[in-house]
């Protein structure tokens, strides 16, 4: 990376270089409260894309959103978006001129303003152009009916159109979205959730999402952050982060997780008590494989080359069950399998791990 | 970097800090009034240091102590009985189905713009141990009512005409509470007086706090109603002696320790208020109208808006009628008033609009969102006006004015300056109740989508707040109605007013004059505050 | 040029059309307020600044705005006057300093025309206009002069008492049988004169005397001598050491008032005289139109009207006739002594404060 930041030149606006990405962080630091620190080294958003900043409440994903918003500047670093920094040494640019839009938690209307007063707020209001802008956006979000309602009069979800609708508004460089689906019902969010994500997709805009719920970000999202304890743990596509996590952590926080020890030998293989399984990386001596559930194969015995086990509890979901099982060598391991099949407890399966699996070193103590 | 950590925040140049640093375009405004605020502090502290030494040693004699006593003991009492009268009567404009509320706003508010000293006349005049109640009972054979002088009369008439402070304050705070706490409040007359004090009480105190210490300093600097009720204060002290020995460096002296005794309810107003932020975390922000059914309890209800309406305005009302009634029957003609009654209007509502769009927006607006000494600083300097007798604002103002902003004095603009030290801070507490229950997101929201902070204060905020601006406008505009000294000494040569002309009439007992000021003082200032309160529906 | 103003100054507010008619009715207002006070600066511009004598006056508009009125019809000299509390009035010229605007101060009491000439603000009058006057009614430096008299009388209820009840001086208010019903305003200033003269008189030991025995015999507090007045014609209290005036218009308005003046039989400090009086300030800027005041205010025209209206006692020779309900003051047993033996305002006031009278 680029050494201290300090020694770069000055706000100058040639001075992309070193921002690969449509929104590009490095090396920024702030703490609060002098408890939580975030520090992120190297941050890229590509132009066009959703990207979710996932992690815990508390973690600081809040904090990067702000920071990037400028309603909280970073101590130190630079943030860049489209090429111009906006917050580096000696430069801040304040939040109204980043020509960064935000979807507040919650919202954060304004409650003297009808739904389309909102939405025109953002507009230069002398302009021909801000009625047709504002008609469009409601159009957009489907809320043409409701423009002359106020906030008071609307919906949660309807709520959470407007914000969408208002920070849109103005065309803004990037949108950011702080948690917008949390105040809302869990049966309202799945229908919101693809509802967003059609407008999003409709404008092509460039957008933050934070959300501490993996489902959420999963879903939603073209590349995903995982953010702990102040720092980005990874980042790639949901598929990356899902199959391929880059530490126990990662691995813990998004879905169900496996560790089964084993030996490795510099080899892809790992010997372990479910024989000899294909991993990701050449390591050597003890380690942890990490299997998801759904990689971990249960049927009824009948293949004599698979490991056996016993069903100690079945969670059956509709979709699917999630079995917990009991391997003859001692260990516990989650498996899920289709909804199909009955399984009972105490009933005793084969087990089979299918894929290539990541590897961890092994916990020392 | 480290030797950074040590400058505070809001110094530090423009780069890293944007957000703790105070936006210059707020803070110059404000320190700018607060400072000019401050003035009548700075005079007597130049008056004070001419001081001869007798003063010192009159100053710590037992009898200053026992007056002193007495003052706290007043505070103390019209405390404890103004939010027993207004608690109950903001919740029943607020939350009840009684039939209009918003008229009874107006009345039970109206009070605030009696005199004190016609306050305490009427009072003595009606229920004086030989007053019109006293004459209208003397067929059942009472020679004699119990004396209304001293501590009781002092309590009752400060009470009536400062419960207006709190009452307008709550009010606004309890219209601006979330639906959650609506509904709390509806469960109040099921579930009993606990509520109360659990639920509403600890989500009204920054309102209770900033009504209290209106109310504490309006008794402090008040020497009209208690010397004429005769109960001696440490300002009706101040004052007399300063009326008969014109010593102004004792009086500076003596006025210094009122100023500390401000600071001190100052202390406790931020203890009082508390740190806790009352911002709504929803999304709903709209205020809907539910109301309490009070079955049976309304006529306590009434019984209660009546009395208190009956007390602040009827009083006045009546007596003021019975002097015009034997004046007229006597001879004496009507003046006619209108020239002062529209210099009271126009002088009041300029006050009141100036002290709200100038001072208290910037200043609330630095207290509530940067929670820091020097942000709260300004708002608080504007309490030292409120809490120094007008007589002091006044000369302190001549000072200033004559020997050193000629253009300036004896006209208006000096005049409103005034109006400005002594109730600039009645408009910035209820803009602090209501800033705090708004989400400074919404702030934030405004600036993503374009606007410097100071526009969105203008363009999203201060609508926002609109019932506190209302409210504090409200007060000051009453309070400006009634103002006499700084009126007297500051006002253009020959500029008069309705409280002017009350004054000028009564002081001689000419009150058959000072009747028909008195009542259209009433009226005009009912109408105008219902005119204030009509902008609240948005 | 209010539209002009606000158009250019809140057109300027990008902002909701509520923030521009707010903008503009706060513009609306100052331009109101500006045009309703100009006249008086208006009129008063093209006069040169000499021509506008500027009177202080703590002495009440009720009672004086007439004869100022007639001044000036009489000269053709423009008057402002600013009315206030005397003490407030003198208090403004002393913290105005030499800007002061004002050129002459009329007041209703003797200490503050003192404390004004003590502290050097009034200049000398005249000897001619000193000549206008019995010496005894003007300041031992020519600083200031009395325009009126106004005596010290005990008001009493007529329903409770008739004139051979009442105490031949104030002493005999000590009395067990006055206990609770006597009524004072120790703040005053016109009292506080009666306590200097009461000092000056019968010694320093005989008014503490008085004074303890006052406070002893429960006497009743007021702030000022209406409230005395009011309270002894309620028959609050029954008698009341005021000065001799307000009764005058308290029975004007209200002829079934029930209280009448009494004149202490015996000659004392109970029935000494007071003036209210002018002075000219010595920063005056129209000092000639000053003096024509001063003067204005001892012609016999202003005299009649002191004493037909406001019930004071003429102080320039001249032969009137009183109006009902008034003594003449030559029938009066008035004490011997001159009103500038009367200036150690400060000894009363600490010999006040010992007894407890100022709590």
């Known amino acids: ?365 | 970097m480290s030797k950074l950590l040590f400058v505070p925040m809001w110094l530090r140049p423009q780069s890293r800090s944007g957000q703790a640093r105070l936006p210059a375009g707020l803070v110059l405004p404000s320190v700018l009034v607060a400072s000019l605020l401050l003035l009548p502090l700075g005079y007597l502290v130049f008056r004070a240091t001419g001081v001869e030494p007798h003063v010192w040693r009159d100053l710590w004699s037992p009898s200053t102590l026992r007056i002193l006593g007495r003052s706290l003991l007043l505070v103390i009492g019209v405390n404890a009985s103004v939010w027993l009268l207004s608690l109950p009567l903001a919740w029943l404009v607020v939350f009840s189905d009684l039939p209009g509320r918003k008229l009874w706003t107006v009345l039970v508010a109206t009070p605030l713009v009696v005199p004190s000293y016609i306050g305490a006349y009427v009072l003595i005049a009606m229920y004086g141990p030989r007053g019109l109640l006293q004459q209208w009972l003397e067929p059942l054979g009472i020679e004699r009512l119990p004396s209304l002088y001293g501590y009781p009369g002092a309590l009752i008439a400060i009470t009536l005409f400062t419960y207006p402070y709190l009452f307008l304050g709550l009010r606004s705070a309890m219209m601006s509470l979330d639906q959650s706490w609506l509904d709390a409040a509806r469960t109040l007359g099921q579930s009993g007086w606990k509520t109360l004090g659990t639920l509403l009480l600890p989500v009204l105190r920054p309102a209770l706090a900033a009504g209290s210490v209106l109310v504490s300093l309006y008794v402090l600097s008040d020497f009209g109603a208690v010397a004429l009720l005769r109960y001696t204060t440490f300002t009706s002290a101040i004052y007399l002696y300063w009326q008969s020995s014109l010593d102004a460096s004792a009086a500076a002296l003596l006025m210094l320790v009122l100023v500390i005794f401000t600071m001190v309810l100052m202390g406790l107003e931020f203890v009082l208020r508390g740190r806790a932020r009352i911002a709504r975390t929803h999304a709903g922000t709209g205020r809907t109208v539910t109301t309490v059914r009070l079955g049976r309890w309304k006529y306590a209800a009434w019984l209660l808006l009546g009395g208190t309406v009956f007390m602040g305005m009827g009083n006045p009302i009546i007596v003021s009628l019975i002097w015009l009634v034997k004046g007229l029957a006597a001879g004496a003609t009507l003046q006619p008033v209108w020239q002062a009654m529209g210099n009271s209007l126009l002088v009041s509502l300029l006050a009141a609009v100036t002290a709200v769009l100038v001072f208290a927006v910037p200043t609330a607006y630095l207290a509530e969102r940067y929670r820091k000494l020097s942000a709260r600083l300004p708002a608080r300097a504007a309490y030292i006006g409120f809490g120094m007798p007008g007589i002091a604002v006044a000369l302190s103002l001549v000072f200033f004015g004559a020997r050193h902003a000629p253009w300036v004095y004896q006209t208006v603009y000096l005049l409103l300056l005034g109006y400005m030290v002594r109730y600039a801070s009645l408009a910035v507490g209820p803009l602090r109740t209501q800033l705090s229950r708004i989400n400074p997101r919404m702030e934030e929201a405004g600036r993503l989508l374009g606007f410097s902070e100071i526009r969105v204060l203008w363009r999203v905020t201060a609508p926002v707040a609109r019932g506190g601006l209302l409210t504090g406008g409200a007060l000051v505009f009453l309070s400006t109605m009634k103002e006499l000294p700084v009126t007297l000494l500051l006002g253009p040569t020959g500029f008069n007013t309705l409280a002017t002309r009350i004054w000028s009439a009564t002081e001689e007992a000419f009150y058959a004059r000072a009747a028909a000021p008195t009542l259209i003082l009433l009226l005009v200032s009912a109408l105008g505050i219902a005119a204030i309160f009509s902008g609240e529906e948005l | ?359």
């Open chain 1, 1 to 365: 990376m680029s050494g201290d930041p300090s020694d770069r030149a000055v706000g100058s606006g040639a001075d992309v270089s070193p921002f690969a990405g449509f929104l590009s962080i490095r090396q920024v630091r702030k703490g609060f409260d002098g408890s939580s620190l975030v520090r992120i080294g190297e941050f890229d958003v590509v132009e066009g894309e959703v990207m979710a900043l996932l992690g815990p409440s508390g973690c600081g994903k809040t904090t990067t959103l702000r920071m990037v918003a400028g309603l909280s500047p970073p101590e130190s670093g630079s943030i860049a978006v489209a090429g111009r920094l906006l917050d580096g040494p000696g430069v801040y640019v304040p939040a109204e001129q980043r020509n960064v839009g935000m979807v507040f938690q919650d919202y954060a209307l304004f409650p003297h303003l009808t739904v389309e007063g909102n939405i025109r707020f953002g507009l230069d209001s002398r302009s021909a152009n801000s009625a047709s802008r504002a008609r469009d956006m409601m159009e957009l979000t489907r809320l043409t009916h409701l423009a002359d309602r106020r906030p008071a009069e609307l919906s949660g979800g309807e709520q959470q159109r407007t914000a969408l609708a208002r920070s849109l508004a103005p065309n803004p460089h990037l949108l950011l979205l702080d948690e917008p689906f949390s105040s809302l019902d869990a049966s309202l969010r799945k229908d919101l959730r693809r509802e967003v994500r059609r407008i999003l997709q409709a404008t092509g805009v460039t957008t933050i999402l934070v959300t501490h719920d993996q489902d959420e970000a999963l879903s939603m999202c073209d590349r995903l952050a995982l953010i702990l304890d102040g720092e980005v743990q990874q980042v790639g596509t949901p598929r990356e982060l899902y199959w391929s996590p880059r530490n126990e952590n990662v691995a813990r926080f998004i879905g169900d997780v496996n560790l089964l020890p084993g030996t490795a030998d510099g080899s892809l293989v790992v010997d372990s008590v479910l024989g000899r399984l294909p991993v990701q990386k050449a390591r050597t001596g003890p380690v942890q494989v990490m299997l998801r559930p759904e990689s971990i194969q249960v049927s009824y015995p009948e293949d004599q080359a698979s490991v056996m086990a016993r069903v100690l509890d079945v969670e059956y979901y509709g979709h699917d069950q999630v079995l917990n099982i009991h391997l003859q060598s001692g260990e516990e391991l989650l498996a899920r399998r289709d909804a199909i099949q009955p399984f009972l407890p105490g009933q005793t399966v084969s087990v089979r791990p299918v894929g290539v699996f990541p590897v961890y070193e092994a916990n020392r103590g």
């Open chain 3, 1 to 359: 040029m209010n539209g002009y103003l606000s158009q250019t100054l809140c057109g300027s507010l990008r902002g909701t059309v509520a923030s521009r008619l707010l903008c503009g009715f706060f513009l609306f207002l100052m331009a109101g307020l500006a045009a309703c006070t100009m006249p008086v600066s208006e009129t008063a511009a093209p006069a040169p600044e000499s021509q506008v004598l500027v009177v202080y006056s703590g002495r009440n508009e009720n009672l004086v705005a007439p004869v100022i009125e007639s001044f000036a019809a009489e000269t053709g000299i423009k008057v402002e006057v600013r009315y206030g509390g005397t003490s407030a009035m003198a208090a403004t010229i002393l913290e105005e300093g030499s800007n002061s605007p004002a050129d002459v101060f009329y007041g209703q009491d003797a200490g503050a025309l003192g404390a004004l000439a003590k502290a050097g603000r009034l200049q000398a009058l005249p000897e001619d206009v000193q000549s206008l006057v019995d010496p005894a009614w003007v300041a031992a430096d020519g600083s200031w002069i009395g325009t009126s008299l106004r005596a010290r009388v005990l008001v009493y209820n007529t329903d409770e008492l008739t004139v051979e009840d009442l105490p031949a001086n104030i002493h005999d208010l000590t009395n067990e049988q006055w206990r609770g019903r006597v009524g004072w305003a120790p703040t005053n200033g016109s009292f506080q004169a009666f306590v200097t003269a009461l000092r000056v008189l019968e010694g320093e030991e005989e008014a503490k005397a008085w004074l303890e025995g006052m406070i002893a015999n429960d006497v009743q507090v007021y702030p000022k001598n209406t409230p005395i007045v009011a309270a002894t014609g309620a028959g609050e209290i029954s008698v009341g050491l005021v000065n001799h005036y307000y009764l005058l218009r308290f029975l004007a308005e209200d002829p079934e008032f029930k209280a009448a003046n009494y004149h202490f039989a015996e000659s004392g400090p109970g029935s000494m005289v007071n003036v209210a009086g002018a002075g000219i300030v010595d920063s005056c800027s129209n000092c000639e139109a000053a003096e024509a005041f001063v003067r204005y205010l001892l012609s016999q025209e202003a005299q009649d009207y002191f004493l037909s209206t406001t019930h004071e006692y003429p102080v320039a020779d001249g032969q009137v006739e009183l109006p009902s309900g008034a003594v003449p003051l030559d029938m009066v047993a008035l004490p011997e002594i001159d009103l500038s033996d009367l200036e150690d305002l400060e000894g009363t006031l600490a010999l006040l404060r010992a007894v407890g009278a100022l709590e």
